[in-house]
């Protein structure tokens, strides 16, 4: 995400465990992203990840061991992500767009 990203920039919803939604509070002092620096984090590490699908200029050993990183960081990410949203009883994320 870039300072230009609108996604960033926009509040960051939740569904908690008991059925309310609520936006998640900004917990940094960061000014490229609203909400909490840890559901940007995991946006950032989820599109840094991504790119090791891309087939672009590899060949195809290089494409599998992409793949076997992308599952690899990816179960990483989404572990911790997962023990994130716990911590908090957040169910879901919203994205941006829902209302
Ligand atoms: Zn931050």
Redesign the pocket.
């Known amino acids: 995400m870039t300072a230009c990203d609108v996604s960033a920039l926009a509040p960051v919803r939740a569904v908690l465990a008991d059925g309310t939604t609520v936006t998640l509070p900004k917990d ?3 000014t490229d ?1 609203a909400g909490p ?1 840890w559901v ?1 984090m995991d946006a950032l590490a989820q599109r840094a990840n991504a790119k090791l699908l891309d087939p672009v200029g590899k060949t195809p050993l290089q494409q599998v061991l992409g793949q076997a990183g992308f599952a690899i960081e990816e179960a990483a990410r989404l572990e911790d992500k997962l023990r994130m949203m716990k911590l908090r009883k957040i169910v879901r994320l919203l994205p941006p767009s829902v209302g």
């Open positions: 940094c002092g960061c992203h620096h940007y």
